[in-house]
């Protein structure tokens, strides 16, 4: 089996080699799917580490959409082994960068890990005003509605889509979590939210602890 420590170490270190080398190899001996969801649990906690140093000022904007891109591939490695959790079973995400903001890194990171917990993610993109989210929630009628901003201003934009859902009659049939930088216990509980994160990993774990 995998060093799953070895290759924690090596997505914090970003090296792109190593890990597909690890997971090609494991591939290989034809996983079970707890093996497979196990190692993208490592994949995750070496995502942890990313953030750690990029809080920490050693890594930059640019290593942390690298090290999206690295989860999103090595996830693509383990997508037939990780099988039926890959159905979408556990549960339903919208999600979306809120109106004014244009970042995408931490939501695709989060969206990466979500789909690999076996959440199905509607991914309706960036900058989107209160109506888009309220539009996609009563199409797919999802358990969960996620937003994302790093601007401050994003705040704003959250509190406004919360009061659009209420609006719109859908806000009680959904959980909402928001993330990113200038979220706090605070803004979450003035903007109405359910939780709040700055961690992708942690977020998909309130995701889970919600659905299960």
């Not at 290989?28 to 497979?36: C, D, G, I, L, V």
């Not at 009061?163 to 049939?173: P, Q």
Request: hydrophobic residues 45%; glycine residues 10%; proline residues 3%.
């Amino acid at each position: 089996m995998l060093d799953l420590k070895a290759l924690t170490e090596a997505v914090g270190e970003l090296d792109e080699d190593k890990v597909y080398e690890d997971l090609k190899a494991l591939m290989a001996t034809n996983p079970s799917s707890e093996q497979a969801q196990e190692v993208v649990a490592a994949c995750q906690a070496g995502m942890t580490i990313v953030g750690d140093l990029f809080e920490q000022g050693e890594y930059f904007v640019g290593d942390l959409i690298f090290a999206g891109e690295l989860l999103t591939n090595a996830i693509d490695i383990l997508k037939p082994a990780l099988g039926s959790v890959e159905s979408g079973g556990v549960g339903t995400i919208v999600l979306g960068t809120v109106a004014g903001d244009l970042h995408d890194i931490g939501k695709n990171i989060f969206r990466s890990m979500a789909e690999a917990a076996g959440f199905e993610v509607h991914d309706i993109g960036i900058d989107q005003p209160p109506s888009a989210f309220v539009e996609k929630v009563k199409e797919v009628n999802p358990n969960i509605v996620g937003m994302s901003g790093v601007l401050t201003l994003a705040l704003e934009s959250m509190k406004d889509t919360v009061d659009a859902l209420k609006e719109a009659g859908v806000r009680d049939s959904v959980k909402v979590i928001i993330g990113g930088n200038p979220v706090t216990k605070e803004a979450c509980e003035q903007i109405g939210a359910d939780a709040f994160t700055t961690n992708a990993a942690e977020g998909v774990k309130i995701c889970q602890d919600w659905v299960s």
